[in-house]
């Protein structure tokens, strides 16, 4: 991998000069700004530095990174409490246990927020109609039942599994009310589902001393640049002090990707090859906020492995406050999924953090696995880009995609 910096005026005229230099499939690893030195540095212009990054060799699978617009959220918090107080007019108990801190909010905006999804739902509601014809059965068919169907077929279309899918139908019909229109059936399996998810939950700091972070998952989902990106938010942006550790010692090409990484951030890293040495950088890194830990990727069915991974998250207990993060990848087959959390719940609580939502067009496994395993989800990645191309876990974002909208 070649690692250089260029400087310029704009952040745009430096990334063309890493371009002319390293080629069109240069990779952005990190922007800062540059203080001018000099007795006259106040009356210049200031300059921005940019790392850029280029494997030598790439494979031929590799394909160009495409620029997309970062997703934004497709609904805030308030709009959140909307929908809870619209679903209350048919479950006014879900709504009262949910409020949050936003205050009140006007009932009407979860329809002018919901319009897109809304539109597309009408839409294909009104099909039928046009088609079916004058049988007497189908002229019986409600507009909710019809709704309830299309839900169905939507959410089994992005992969939420049929279980799933048939028990949020079911919560729906046992609150449903004759002659109800679909709008609120929308707006209540819209906040039930966003209920279902939970709140996002980010890292923070420990209440005292050092945090560990341990992301641990199986090979190739991206646990190294997601540690990368996680790291410049902290560092970068937040001002924190990490440190960064490796336990993958069977790949080379992964510990000296995470010692640029370690490099470009100019913090610590250090490879660790036992639990000794971990109790031992628990130590010396005692002062920092955070020491985050590359672990190994091992098949799940390995139990040798899984024994020795089992004993180096525990090597910390009791020494220092620490999370554990399992990285998946939204690509993997869900029974994949299943087997992979189920053997990592077998040795700690952790949080989820899914990768390559970019490389998918179903997001139905989060909610699955989200159920299965109950556990909270916290970042998502869609990208190569470090530090971009990652942020919290966005339910209402998903949510609209689960029902049929494009997650805008």
């Not at 929308?186 to 279902?196: E, V």
């Amino acid at each position: 991998m070649i690692i250089k910096k260029f400087q310029g005026k704009t952040e745009a005229e430096a990334v063309e000069s890493a371009k002319k230099e390293l080629g069109s499939n240069v990779v952005i690893m990190n922007v800062r700004n540059m203080k001018r030195k000099g007795m006259f540095s106040f009356l210049k212009p200031q300059l921005i530095e940019v790392t850029a990054a280029l494997e030598e060799e790439p494979s031929q699978s590799a394909a160009p990174q495409k620029e997309e617009a970062r997703p934004q959220p497709f609904i805030d918090s308030i709009v959140h409490k909307a929908a809870m107080e619209t679903a209350a007019f048919v479950d006014g108990n879900i709504a009262r246990d949910q409020q949050t801190e936003n205050g009140r909010a006007d009932s009407s905006a979860i329809e002018e927020k919901l319009d897109t999804l809304h539109t597309l739902l009408e839409q294909q509601l009104q099909k039928p109609d046009e088609m079916r014809g004058d049988t007497p059965e189908e002229d019986k068919e409600s507009e909710v039942e019809r709704f309830m169907k299309l839900l169905y077929n939507t959410m089994l279309a992005n992969e939420v599994s049929e279980q799933n899918a048939n028990q949020i139908i079911d919560e729906i019909e046992k609150i449903s009310k004759p002659n109800m229109p679909f709008d609120y059936a929308l707006a209540n399996i819209y906040q039930k589902m966003i209920l279902k998810f939970g709140k996002p939950v980010e890292i923070i700091p420990a209440e005292k001393g050092t945090k560990v972070i341990f992301f641990v998952g199986p090979t190739g989902v991206g646990k190294t640049t997601t540690i990368a990106k996680i790291a410049s938010k902290f560092s970068v942006e937040g001002g924190r002090k990490i440190a960064l550790l490796t336990a993958d010692t069977y790949r080379i090409a992964a510990a000296e990707q995470l010692r640029t990484y370690a490099n470009i951030l100019e913090v610590p890293f250090r490879v660790i090859y036992s639990t000794e040495e971990m109790e031992q950088a628990l130590k010396d890194f005692r002062n920092f906020d955070f020491i985050m830990v590359d672990t190994a990727g091992h098949s799940h069915q390995n139990e040798a492995q899984g024994d020795a991974m089992n004993s180096f998250i525990h090597s910390v207990d009791g020494m220092a406050e620490k999370e554990v993060f399992l990285v998946l990848s939204a690509t993997t087959k869900y029974r994949d999924l299943v087997s992979i959390a189920d053997v990592y719940s077998a040795m700690t609580d952790y949080k989820l953090i899914f990768t390559k939502l970019d490389e998918t067009t179903t997001v139905g496994s989060l909610l699955n696995l989200k159920l299965h395993t109950g556990a909270s989800l916290s970042y998502v990645t869609y990208g190569q880009n470090v530090p971009d191309d990652i942020e919290i876990f966005n339910p209402q974002k998903t949510v609209k995609q689960l029902l049929g909208g494009k997650g805008n």
